[in-house]
């Protein structure tokens, strides 16, 4: 029954297919940032989700660490340097969001997006700086 068919997350890219394929959805973006409490309109939820005035983004090109129910303490403890760093990084300055392929959100009804400021994507960023993976298109332990 193809209705009841799972949906599949975000293919497997490398970050640089993933900036070239990125369709731009919204440029000079510029907010100020803060981690999550009970409000929730524009903060950093984990190193991978943010809220941008109201709408929940999930960082298209990346995976980071879990914080909210981590499977081991190492994973929170980089789970939440990627958080910390993802709140550094949007606040130093305006950046782009863009989509890869047709694919808008995730099962979770959060905006599959890649965030570019220049011409590198965050998500490398967060890469580089061992704080997370390149998206394999499945979730992968971190302890």
Known sequence: MPWLSPVAEPAALTLEAA????????????????ICGSVRRTCVVDGDTFWLDGVKIRIADIDTPEIGQPQCDREYQ??????????????????????????????????????????????????????????????????
């Open 19 to 34: 900036a070239e394929r990125a369709t731009l959805v919204r440029a000079g973006v510029s907010a100020q940032f803060s």
């Open 78 to 143: 980089l789970g939440m340097k990627a958080t910390y760093r993802l709140v550094e990084l949007l606040n130093a300055g305006p950046f782009e969001l863009r989509t890869i392929g047709d694919r808008d959100e995730d099962r979770f009804g959060r905006k599959l997006r890649v965030v570019i400021r220049g011409d590198r994507s965050l998500g490398d960023q967060l890469v580089s700086e061992g704080l997370a993976r390149t998206w394999s298109g499945r979730r992968e332990p971190w302890c």
